[in-house]
């Protein structure tokens, strides 16, 4: 079964460093996201992606986020300057293949997440 | 907006005996999908189940059944003969269906953490 890729899986950063979180997302997929959630709490909506623009963001992604599609494979969550806050578990997620938007759950797939510790 | 609430903070149960976990929504939307998600103690988002809201039965994967009551807004979770392994957070989610190219993104509950005792 397809699967959606991320890396690292655990990322230690110092605060104010930059940080770059990696996903694969399945390869006809159309749409892509990001979610964080900080441990012991819910699953945040950050951003959503489509045709190679932000099609929705959260209050949460300020500007110190951006994401990127740098190659049609990769999509890229990147933090500029990383906070205490920060800390918390990212998922990557993508949905809706080519031509099957009406499959059962509209193919909507996470990663195993990237755990980021601030320090 | 969507709204999801799930009231269960922990729950208990006994292997081999049924659950069901609670989840009620709020939307104005009139197309909508409700998603119910499993995460273990390793982190990772396993889909388990997935009913649209103009569907006209309940959804069922497996042991995993949906227990939909629209006019309710809830989207109960059941879970028969419970195993060791679904011990796990169990978060409903939501997500609605208003127009092309907007609004995919999943809305979901705090989670209800799901022990399974021997």
């Known amino acids: 079964e397809p699967e959606v890729t991320q890396t690292p899986s655990h990322q230690v950063t110092q605060m104010g460093q930059e940080v770059i979180l990696r996903c694969v997302p399945i390869?006809?997929?159309?749409?892509f996201y990001w979610y964080r959630q900080i441990l012991g709490q819910k699953v945040e909506f950050l951003v959503s992606?489509?045709?190679?623009?932000?099609?929705?963001k959260s209050e949460i992604f300020d500007d110190q986020f951006s994401v990127e599609r740098p190659d049609g494979s990769n999509f890229t969550l990147k933090i500029r300057s990383t906070k205490l806050e920060d800390s918390a578990m990212y998922f990557c997620?993508?949905?809706?293949?080519?031509?099957?938007?009406?499959?059962?759950?509209?193919?909507?797939?996470f990663g195993s997440g990237t755990r980021l510790t601030v320090v | 907006a969507q709204k999801i609430t799930q009231t269960q903070p922990g729950m208990f149960v006994q292997e081999k005996e049924a659950v069901t976990l609670d989840c009620t929504y709020d939307?104005?939307?009139?197309?909508?999908?409700l998603f119910w998600y499993k995460q273990p103690s390793s982190g990772e988002m396993i889909f388990l189940i997935y009913?649209?809201?103009?569907?006209?039965q309940n959804a069922t994967e497996g042991r995993y059944s949906l227990n939909f009551q629209k006019a309710r807004k809830s989207a109960n979770l059941v879970i028969s003969a419970s195993q060791l392994g679904d011990s796990a957070m169990y978060f409903c989610?939501?997500?609605?269906?208003?127009?092309?190219?907007?609004?995919?993104?999943?809305?979901f509950g705090s989670g209800t953490q799901l022990t399974v005792l021997p």
């Open positions: 997620a993508s949905s809706e293949a080519r031509g099957q938007s009406d499959s059962r759950n509209y193919g909507y797939t």
């Open positions: 390869s006809n997929h159309l749409y």
């Open positions: 992606f489509y045709n190679n623009e932000i099609s929705e």
């Open positions: 939307t104005s939307d009139p197309s909508y999908g």
């Open positions: 009913q649209g809201s103009y569907d006209q």
């Open positions: 989610a939501m997500r609605a269906y208003i127009s092309s190219g907007s609004a995919r993104q999943l809305t």
